[in-house]
């Protein structure tokens, strides 16, 4: 039993590092990003967004978890609050509905 809940843990860390997509692929990277019309917001993502884990696409959050999850990485990828506004318009526009 011990062994099963460390194995989830391990899970949990490495998708939790491998999450999103890995900045350096960049084949991947404009494939996910080109179906994003160009913006202020997806340029700034595309820029501050990737620095500590994968890109996370708009689409796998809910527009209503957006503007909780961009108040906190805000302050981390030092985003002013116009790049702020940007980017959060560009996550919830794409955003799950449901
Ligand atoms: C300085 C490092 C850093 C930068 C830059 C950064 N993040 Fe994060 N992000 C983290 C860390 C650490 C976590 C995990 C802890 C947490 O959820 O607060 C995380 C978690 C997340 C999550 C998962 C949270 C959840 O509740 O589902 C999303 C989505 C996310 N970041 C999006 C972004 C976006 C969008 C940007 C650009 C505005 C960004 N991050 C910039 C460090 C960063």
Known sequence: MKTLIQLCLIAV????????INPKDTAAVEAAFSKYEESDGKAIFKEKCARC?????PETRTTEKWPKIIDRMAPKAKLTDDQKSAVLAFVTKHGKTS
């Open 53 to 57: 884990h994968g890109y996370r696409l």
């Open 13 to 20: 860390v490495l998708y939790g590092c491998a999450g999103g």
